[in-house]
């Protein structure tokens, strides 16, 4: 990706909303296509922005829920396990972070993607010992079945980077 900055924004813009077509071509979005739309697209605004990457957050995980609980859940079907597997991992990660599995009946009120994108700002503005916390939820909720798929490593290596934090070596 560091070849990206080289380059003036207006290409970099472009290679954005190229990749973006790219993803939505057979209107399906992948976990692959999310995960590097929105790599690039922060590596972009990082490299514009660079004071952006190295603010310290100090909001808490209490503020945050809803967009953690769509960030879990989602991990959790990536894994691609039964129903009743990818509810343990919910479960464990939320239990792990709030000190319980409450969620609501439906937590989505937008797709898994939208609600991602609107939410990706409030987790880079966690403090450290939050992003922290929440890092540790999802590698127990992507070990929890004793695999890790490639859809959940991919998601946590992107919401790793999105959070300015760095990758477990569960996968480096």
Not at 5 to 33: G, Y
Not at 76 to 95: C, F, K, P
């Amino acid at each position: 990706m560091p070849q990206i900055a080289t380059h003036s924004r207006a290409e970099q813009d472009a290679l954005i909303a190229v990749l973006n077509a790219l993803a939505v071509a057979d209107e399906k979005v992948t976990m692959f296509e999310y995960c590097l739309t929105r790599l690039v697209w922060n590596y972009v605004l990082d490299t514009n922005d660079p004071a952006r990457r190295s603010k310290v957050g100090s909001d808490s995980l209490t503020g945050v829920r809803p967009v953690v609980t769509t960030l879990l859940a989602t991990l959790a079907v990536a894994g691609g396990a039964d129903q009743n597997v990818a509810a343990q991992s919910l479960d464990i990660a939320l239990q792990r972070l709030y000190g319980d599995a409450a969620r609501p009946e439906n937590p989505r009120r937008l797709s898994w993607q939208q609600t991602l994108d609107e939410g990706w700002a409030a987790l880079d503005a966690l403090d450290p010992r939050a992003k922290q916390a929440l890092v540790e939820a999802m590698v127990e909720s992507v070990l929890h079945d004793g695999t890790v798929t490639a859809s959940e490593a991919e998601l946590l290596r992107a919401a790793c980077g999105l959070m300015h934090v760095p990758l477990p070596a569960l996968l480096g």
